[in-house]
C-alpha cells in the first residue's frame, strides 16, 4: 500500500531525501503520515516524525529535530521526509505509515546507513 524509497549509504554529515509513495490507486487524504525507523537489533520502531494531512502541522523527535524535514508532494500524493546533518546514530531502516482512527498502512522500509 505504501512503498519507501531513497535510502541508501552516506557518511556522517551527509544528506539523503526519502520518499513514500502509495501503490494500488490508494490516496490516503486525510490521513496523518508518519516516518518511524528501526534501529539495528531494536526491535521497537521509533517515531522520527508526522504530519497530519489536513493542515500540515507537523511534529518530530528531539533526536532529529531541526535535522530532518518532513514534507508532501501534492501531485504524488507523496510523504518526504528530508534528512540532513546524518550521524550514525542515525542508522535504521526507516518506514512510514498512513494512519486515520484505528487503521494504519506500512510499507516495507528503506534501508538508511551513515558510516562515521
Known amino acids: 500500500q505504501l512503498v519507501e524509497s531513497g535510502g541508501g549509504l552516506v557518511e556522517s554529515g551527509g544528506s539523503l531525501r526519502l520518499s513514500c509513495t502509495p501503490s494500488?490507486?490508494?490516496?490516503?487524504?486525510?490521513?496523518?503520515r508518519a516516518w518511524l525507523r528501526r534501529a539495528p537489533g531494536k526491535v521497537e520502531r521509533e517515531f522520527v516524525a508526522t504530519m497530519n494531512w489536513d493542515d500540515d502541522d507537523t511534529c518530530y523527535a528531539s533526536s532529529v529535530k531541526g535535522r530532518f524535514t518532513i514534507s508532501r508532494d501534492n501531485d504524488k500524493n507523496a510523504v518526504n521526509l528530508q534528512m540532513d546533518g546524518l550521524k550514525p546514530g542515525d542508522t535504521a531502516v526507516y518506514y512510514c505509515d498512513a494512519n486515520r482512527g484505528d487503521t494504519t498502512f506500512w510499507g516495507r522500509g528503506t534501508q538508511v546507513t551513515v558510516s562515521s
Open positions: 494500488g490507486g490508494r490516496t490516503f487524504v486525510n490521513y496523518e
